[in-house]
């Protein structure tokens, strides 16, 4: 691949060359353990996108939603007496019903628009070029009948 920008040979798959320049090394220190993240500029210029956040949001709402059927399961037990059988059923029943409810409303308003983003990104990205002359970053033409 030539750089289409210079035109030098020197060219280098970005997701290779993002390997290439960044490392996490562990080194035993006196009282523990030292970790070290460095990573060159040409690593950092090829970088990857970033993943879409939402994994920390979406454990503290099932943490929200147990903990209100846990509530409700023991309001309901001492307001009507209910068996404790019947009431964990009921509890089970309503936390799948809800969670499988705010999964659906979350894929289908944001979450999906924002990992389809997210692939479509990496895709771009692991077809990235980078020149190493020039630093310019272009797309791998496309192999046809590969
Ligand atoms: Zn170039």
Same mark, same amino acid.
């Given at each position: 691949?030539?750089?289409?920008? *210079? ?11 993002y390997e290439? #320049? ?5 080194? %035993?220190?006196? /009282? #523990? ?7 060159? !500029?040409?690593a950092?210029?090829c970088?990857? !996108? %970033?993943? !879409?956040? /939402? #994994? ?14 846990? @509530? ?13 059988? @019947? ?12 969670? /499988?409810?705010?999964?659906?409303? @979350? ?12 692939? %479509?990104?990496?895709?771009? @990205?692991?077809?990235?070029?980078? *020149?190493?002359?020039? /630093? ?11």
């Amino acid at each position: 691949m030539n750089c289409p920008e *210079c035109g030098s040979p020197e060219t280098k798959k970005c997701s290779l060359a993002y390997e290439e #320049g960044t490392s996490y090394t562990r080194t %035993e220190v006196p /009282g #523990g353990k030292e970790e070290h993240f460095s990573q060159t !500029p040409l690593a950092a210029h090829c970088a990857p !996108p %970033e993943k !879409p956040a /939402g #994994g920390a949001f979406k454990a503290a709402a099932t943490a929200g939603i147990i903990a209100f059927f846990a @509530w409700a399961g023991y309001k309901a037990v001492m307001a009507f007496k209910l068996s404790f059988h @019947w009431t964990l059923w009921a509890m089970a029943g309503g936390f799948f019903i809800t969670v /499988g409810a705010v999964r659906i409303l @979350w894929y289908g308003l944001m979450g999906k628009s924002k990992k389809v983003r997210y692939d %479509e990104l990496s895709a771009a @990205w692991e077809r990235s070029w980078v *020149c190493l002359k020039c /630093g310019a970053i272009f797309a791998e033409e496309p192999h046809f009948g590969a």
